[in-house]
T-cell receptor, first 108, second 114 residues
Framework: SQQGEEDPQALSIQEGENATMNCSYK?????LQWYRQNSGRGLVHLIL?????REKHSGRLRVTLDTSKKSSSLLITASRAADTASYFC????????FGAGTRLTVKP | EAGVTQSPTHLIKTRGQQATLRCSPI?????VYWYQQALGLGLQFLLW???????NRGNFPPRFSGRQFPNYSSELNVNALELEDSALYLC?????????????FGPGTRLLVL
């Protein structure tokens, strides 16, 4: 069964705009991770946020975590066409449960 | 440092046959995970191996099995292939630590069952 659920399922924006994706999960966690998948390829780890952290930055990425609401958000600022990909949140629980992903399209 | 490698990149089989997929983790990683990703869908957890032992298994039938070798590489075997087994199979490795750390993914094996 899926643990994380991303929202929206698909997002289309213009280059330069910001993109926000949300993730909800069901059980308590030690950390939450975001991954990117370019079309039909392996996943690339983007960022890990621990349960005692509320916000984390990495370059143009900003991740927030609200453990009371069991939710996280990923913000990509100043998006580029190369950011076009699917984005997944994942929560470890003796394995790694991934959501269905948000398909982001950035139009040049 | 070499990343996670998987072979073959593509595999075509017919219904009822067996498929064997291989994965080599990043050097120093003891955990290997297998996932199935059907077209346009999210990742479904299949199996987790650590230090040669199966640590956890997803909701898949017993015809999906695997093993981890002493050098930490891993095989995924799918017996009695069905059409719906067609998918991208992804392998990932991590340092173990109870499955809570970052996973590093290989490029995947695309299996097509005809």
């Amino acid at each position: 069964s899926q643990q994380g659920e991303e929202d929206p399922q698909a997002l289309s924006i213009q280059e330069g705009e910001n993109a926000t994706m949300n993730c909800s999960y069901k059980t308590s966690i030690n950390n939450l991770q975001w991954y990117r998948q370019n079309s039909g390829r392996g996943l690339v780890h983007l960022i890990l946020i621990r349960s005692n952290e509320r916000e984390k930055h990495s370059g143009r990425l900003r991740v927030t975590l609200d453990t009371s609401k069991k939710s996280s958000s990923l913000l990509i600022t100043a998006s580029r066409a190369a950011d076009t990909a699917s984005y997944f949140c994942a929560t470890p629980n003796n394995d790694m449960r991934f959501g269905a992903g948000t398909r982001l399209t950035v139009k040049p | 440092e070499a990343g996670v490698t998987q072979s073959p990149t593509h595999l075509i089989k017919t219904r009822g046959q067996q498929a064997t997929l291989r994965c080599s983790p990043i050097s120093g990683h003891t955990s290997v995970y297998w996932y199935q990703q059907a077209l346009g869908l999210g990742l479904q957890f299949l199996l987790w191996y650590d230090e040669g032992e199966e640590r956890n298994r997803g909701n898949f039938p017993p015809r999906f099995s695997g093993r981890q070798f002493p050098n930490y590489s891993s095989e995924l075997n799918v017996n009695a292939l069905e059409l719906e087994d067609s998918a991208l199979y992804l392998c990932a490795s991590s340092l173990g630590l109870a499955g809570s750390e970052t996973q590093y993914f290989g490029p995947g094996t695309r299996l097509l069952v005809l």
